[in-house]
């Protein structure tokens, strides 16, 4: 099926459902929009994680592309009238400190961070042959890096500036990288100073396309902190062989977003929906913090939660020990799960499976 057929299917359903919530006593009979609702309520019930992440999706970038008003206001309560967003909004990332419901404070605290680990790395390439290969990125340079991570931060700010309503690819924008490699890390220092300055300013709240579950602008710190973290990793394994220990607090937020965003990414969903290891328990359990992460595999994709109860209380299927930066070093296969850091114990074939299905 085509994204065009999907999303025309998706805005018609929302529309419907819209117009039967909102029609009065005398257009349409109570009775029968309640059963209208409920019969449609219990069709999307019967649908996997996956797939019910793609069709919330799906309705919020319809919803966004109406102009601001009630029949807006009304297409976003679609994916909450029948729970769709249930398990991405209201259960798994409840305990997260730079969650879905940031608040001003945490946002810009978080603004900061990305503040902070962009000018490490700048630290880290400035003066750097840019030719030096990056083995954790096969085929690129420490330049490629640069320019990557500085598109990054151009793509961002313009989103959080100027909050389309509809996908906006990097290579659309203006990015101006200069001719000469070595010049890249003031290139990026710049770039990231405008992408802070402006998610500063923005309203965290603010609609906004995202490719993740919150079409918010609070979404794109916490994409661009990621992003920054790992590369900056990239880049010291790069030059010294090994990435300085990461902060726990901002490992745990970092691999929390690459959780919750796995599952709208097509090439990550797709492979993990076909994995067949319905009720699979993988554990991610943090040694410097003491965090653990339960993943359960299942229902056309997986869900997680922070904490070690998932699953039903079940023994995890398998589990991986490491200092919080590392278990998400593991997830963007920066480190290899044979690596001396890691303890394993249980079924390591569904850790192995896990990584060959969600590479990024």
Known sequence: MSDALLHALAEALAGLVTAVETSDEDTLDPDTAARWLEDTGHALSGLGHADRRTLDGLFRAGALREPPGPRRDG??????????????????????????????????????????????YVDTVRGADPATPVPTCPGWTLGDLTRHLGTVHVWAEHLVTARPATRVRA????????????????????RAEGFTAAARAADPTAPVWSPGADPSVRHYPRHVLA????????????????????????????????????????WIAEPLAHLDRDG????????????????????????WSRGGTGGG??????SVTADAGELLLLLHRR????DPRFTH?????????WLAASAL
Do not use: C, M, N, Q
Not at 345 to 353: E, H
């Open 313 to 318: 209380g079940a023994e995890p299927t398998a």
């Open 227 to 266: 992003e920054t973290v790992v590369h900056l990793a990239d880049a010291e394994i790069a030059l010294t062989g090994a990435a300085r220990p990461l902060d726990p607090g901002t490992a745990a937020d970092a691999l929390e977003h690459f959780l919750t965003t796995a599952p709208y990414i097509p």
């Open 171 to 190: 290579g659309d924008l203006p990015l101006d990288p200069p001719v000469e490699p070595s010049s890249y890390p003031g290139w990026f220092a710049a």
């Open 335 to 338: 480190y290899a799960p044979d």
């Open 75 to 120: 297409l976003l309560r679609v994916s909450t009238r029948f729970r769709l967003d249930a398990d991405a909004r209201d259960g798994l990332l409840k305990p997260v400190g730079h969650g879905l419901r940031l608040d001003e404070d945490a946002h810009l605290a978080l603004v900061e961070t990305v503040a902070e680990r962009a000018g490490w």
């Open 345 to 353: 114990t249980g079924d390591r074939d569904l850790l192995d499976d």
């Open 280 to 303: 699979a328990v993988l554990r991610l359990a943090a040694r410097d913090s003491g965090a653990v992460w339960t993943l359960v595999l299942g229902g056309g994709g997986f869900t």
